[in-house]
């Protein structure tokens, strides 16, 4: 026992110290869940960048609950399909953009 503490203060002591214990257990299982979130979500964005087929990049990114926009910028075909989300380079249907 150190010099100078009494029997009855340890145990409020040891209390906040288990507390904190559990409090900081908590936080690191809670940053380790946000890791893997944060990387799931990473690899997802990805394989979004990949896929040369913007309906297959739209569902992997809704599958992983990204948020997105398609900005129209390259023709006006392309933008005026972008705005009523139509996908006019979706695989096995379109054929060409006229």
């Given at each position: 026992m150190v010099?100078?503490?009494?029997?009855?203060?340890?145990?409020?002591i040891l209390d906040?110290?288990?507390?904190?214990?559990?409090?900081?257990?908590?936080?690191?299982k809670e940053l380790t869940a946000?890791?893997?979130a944060l990387a799931e979500r990473k690899t997802a964005m990805d394989q979004g960048k990949k896929i040369a087929d913007v309906a297959e990049a739209v569902s992997a990114l809704q599958e992983a609950g990204i948020a997105w926009e398609i900005v129209p910028g390259v023709?006006?075909?392309?933008s005026a399909a972008?705005?009523?989300?139509?996908?006019?380079?979706?695989?096995?249907?379109?054929?060409?953009?006229?």
């Open positions: 010099d100078g503490l009494q029997k009855k203060r340890i145990k409020p906040v110290v288990i507390a904190r214990f559990h409090q900081f257990s908590r936080l690191q946000t890791k893997a023709t006006a075909a392309v972008a705005s009523a989300s139509e996908f006019p380079t979706e695989r096995g249907t379109t054929n060409a953009v006229v």
